[in-house]
C-alpha cells in the first residue's frame, strides 16, 4: 500500500464507497481503515454491515423531485420567488451499522408501497 498510515478515505460519488472498499480490502486493511461515503449502493450498505465502511450518507431523491415540481407549479402559476437564488435544504441521513437494519427495512418497505405501471 502507498500510504501504510492511512486513517481513513472519503467517497463522495455513488460508486466510490464500493471502489474504496475493494481497494482497502485488497490491501488487506479492511477494518484499519475508516471509509465514510455517500449513497446507498448496495455494496455500500454490504460494506456497513460486514464492518469494513464505517458509514454513509444517504439523499432522498424522491424529496428533489418532489421539491421541483411543487415548486415549478408554483412559479408558473406566477410565484417569481420559487426560484429566487437560494438554498433548499433537503434531509438527508447518515446510516451506520447502528440504523442500517432499520433504513434497509424502511426502504424495502417503501420499494414495495410505489406503485407500478
Request: hydrophobic share 40%; with cysteine; net charge positive.
Amino acid at each position: 500500500m502507498k500510504y501504510p498510515d492511512l486513517a481513513g478515505m472519503v467517497g463522495l460519488y455513488s460508486y466510490d464507497g464500493p471502489a474504496v472498499l475493494t481497494a482497502v480490502r485488497g490491501a488487506g486493511k479492511a477494518g484499519q481503515v475508516k471509509i465514510v461515503c455517500f449513497d446507498e449502493d448496495t455494496n455500500t450498505l454490504a460494506g456497513i454491515a460486514a464492518g469494513d465502511i464505517y458509514g454513509t450518507i444517504v439523499q432522498s431523491p424522491i424529496e428533489f423531485g418532489r421539491q421541483s415540481i411543487v415548486r415549478m407549479g408554483k412559479y408558473l402559476q406566477g410565484d417569481k420567488t420559487q426560484l429566487a437564488a437560494g438554498k433548499i435544504l433537503i434531509p438527508s441521513r447518515p446510516i451506520t451499522k447502528d440504523n442500517l437494519a432499520a433504513f434497509q427495512a424502511g426502504r424495502e418497505s417503501a420499494l414495495q408501497t410505489r406503485v407500478t405501471p
